[in-house]
C-alpha cells in the first residue's frame, strides 16, 4: 500500500507542476533501486489527477457545456479541440519509440534537464495579459504541439503547455488554465484505456485504488500551488529544480 501511496504521490505533485510526472515516475525508482511502476499502472493513476483537475475547474468546464448557446464556450471547446489533435497524433505514431526511451533513465535525465533550460528561459518572456477566451486557433496549434513533444518522458506537458502560451502572449496563469483543460482529454484517454486492460486482467487492486485517491489529493494541491506561484514568481524556481535533479539523476542512475 506504502508503494502505492507512494507512486500516488509522485504522479499527483509532478502532474501539474512543471517538472514532469513521466520523468519521476522513471528516475526515481531508478535512483531508489526499485521497480517503477508498470505504464499501465501509471495511467492508472493518471485518472487520480483527471479527478483532482475535473474537480477544480469544475466551473470552466460547467461552462463549456453550454458551447451551443454561449459562443466564448464554443470558442474555447474549438481551441481545446485543435490543441488536442498533435498529442494524439503523435502518441499513436510513435508510442514504441516513447515508450523505449521510457526505459533508459539518463535519456529521461536529459531531457528533464532541457525542461530545466526551457522553464529558466521562460523568465525572459514578456509576460502579457492575453487571456483562453482571446487567444486564436493558430495559438491552439502552437500549444498542441507543443503538447505533443512533451509526450517524451523528461518533458514536462505543464511547463511546455505554458511556456508555449505565454510565448503566443497569454497570460502566465492563463496558460496554466488552458494547458489544465488541455491535459483532460489526455490523461482521460490513456486512464480510462487501460483501466479496461486492468478490469480484463483483474489488476485493479486495493492498494492501486490508495495511489489514485492520494494522486487526486495532491494533484488538487500542485494545481493550487502553481497558479500561486505564477502570479508572483513564474515557472524559473522549477527550471533549477529540474536541472540539478536532471543532473544527479544523470550521475547516479
Known sequence: MWTAALWGLVQGLTEFLPVSSSGHLVLVP????TEPPDLGTSAILHLGTLAAVLIYFRHDLLRLTHFRTDPTARHIVWLLAIGTIPAAIAGILLEDLFDEFNSQPRLVALALMVTG?????????????????????????????????????GISRSGTTITAGMGRGVSATQAARFSFLLAIPVIAGAGLFKMIDALDSNALTGELWVGVAVAAVSGYLAIDILLRILRRAGMAGFGVYCLLFGVYAFVFV
Open 30 to 33: 531508478a535512483l531508489l533501486g
Open 117 to 153: 533550460a526551457m522553464l529558466v528561459a521562460s523568465g525572459a518572456i514578456v509576460r502579457r495579459q492575453g487571456t483562453v477566451e482571446r487567444a486564436s486557433r493558430r495559438d491552439a496549434v502552437w500549444i498542441g504541439l507543443a503538447q505533443a513533444g512533451a509526450l517524451i518522458p
